[in-house]
């Protein structure tokens, strides 16, 4: 089945604990994203990879990482997790150019975060 | 840096009702724009994906529309049942296809 896991779905931590959200897709896609959701801001764009090795950017980056060593992984580090990071987080992967169904986003069930 | 707005914020409608939901967004130079259902405390389905140069798409009672020069999109879902009730979300992708901006989305009740 295609899909897009992230694990894991639920974490408390503390503030200053260093925590990795990984996630994985199974579609061959170039593309993955990190996004984070809050209550009356909407889905907000962390980091993207348009592929191996190359990440980028999004609106919200501070306070977090990114790495896209393989193709089907781009997991998101929080170094030094602080209470403002507590959030709903999705991964996204879609397929680059060259198909009709370019960027058409897939996305992973969410991992709901609380920093304490 | 593209702003995407969608009103209502919530609407609640009786079953069978045809209804229409709004999408606007700032900067025309999209790439494309999707259109997803977001059940409570679930992530995002995709529903429809409109290329730039398309006006509409149509899955089942679901039929979304374009309108790149204004800046707006509509989802139109037809005889409305109680089963459709979900938050429903729409996002442009940026005109390079490395970006994508959301709007809030519209929270949709069907009364049975």
């Known amino acids: 089945e295609a899909q897009v896991t992230q694990n894991p779905r639920y974490l408390i931590t503390v503030t200053g604990k260093k925590l990795t959200v990984t996630c994985s897709q199974n579609m061959n896609h170039e593309y993955m994203s990190w996004y984070r959701q809050d209550p009356g801001l909407g889905l907000r764009q962390i980091y993207y990879?348009?592929?191996?090795?190359?990440?980028d950017k999004g609106d919200v980056p501070e306070g977090y990482k990114v790495s896209r060593k393989e193709k089907r992984n781009f997991p998101l580090i929080l170094e030094s997790p602080s209470p403002n990071q507590t959030s709903l987080y999705f991964c996204?992967?879609?397929?680059?150019?060259?198909?009709?169904?370019?960027?058409?986003?897939?996305f992973g069930p969410g991992t709901r975060l609380t920093v304490t | 840096k593209q702003e995407v707005t969608q009103i209502p914020a919530a609407l609640s409608v009786p079953e069978g009702e045809n209804l229409v939901l709004n999408c606007s967004f700032t900067d025309s130079a999209i790439y494309n724009l999707q259109w997803f259902r977001q059940d409570p405390g679930k992530g995002l389905t995709s529903l429809l994906l409109?290329?730039?140069?398309?006006r509409e798409q149509t899955s089942g009672r679901l039929n979304a529309s374009l309108d790149k020069s204004s800046g707006r999109s509509t989802l139109y879902i037809a005889a409305s049942q109680p089963g459709d009730s979900a938050t429903y979300l729409c996002?442009?992708?940026?005109?390079?296809?490395?970006?994508?901006?959301f709007g809030t989305g519209t929270s949709l009740t069907v009364i049975p």
């Open positions: 996002a442009s992708t940026s005109n390079t296809g490395n970006q994508f901006y």
């Open positions: 409109i290329q730039s140069s398309q």
């Open positions: 990879s348009m592929n191996v090795e190359v990440t």
């Open positions: 996204a992967s879609s397929p680059s150019t060259g198909t009709a169904h370019s960027y058409e986003q897939y």
